[in-house]
Nanobody, 115 residues
């Protein structure tokens, strides 16, 4: 059974930094595209950043220049370094991965940025 286990969320002041991690396990196959999404209260889930196996990245305009996504293919792990955090970044952040044409989600980790 494939599992995506996230870690690294928490409470931080505006201007601070956090690093999220997500490890995929339970599959004998390598992950394809991995990414981070977020959902704030009362809003739809939105894409934050994605990264392909080859390292091609894509970012939401709202996080460009502040967030960096990276991955370790050998560990099937994706990271999200978040700098210069703003109160509007407050949300539950979800890890997402494509493995053998199937899509998986993590359980979510709360990120709260205080002003």
């Amino acid at each position: 059974q494939v599992q995506l286990v996230e870690s690294g969320g928490g409470l931080v002041q505006a201007g601070g930094s956090l690093r999220l991690s997500c490890a995929a396990s339970g599959s004998g196959f390598s992950t394809n595209v991995m990414g981070w999404y977020r959902q704030a209260p009362g809003k739809q889930r939105e894409s934050v950043a994605t990264i392909t196996t080859g390292g091609i990245t894509n970012y939401a305009d709202s996080v460009k220049g502040r967030f960096t996504i990276s991955r370790d293919n050998a560990k099937s792990t994706v990271y999200l370094q978040m700098n210069s955090l703003k109160p509007e970044d407050t949300a539950v952040y979800y890890c997402n991965a494509w493995i053998m044409l199937r899509n998986y989600w993590g359980q979510g980790t709360q990120v709260t940025v205080s002003s």
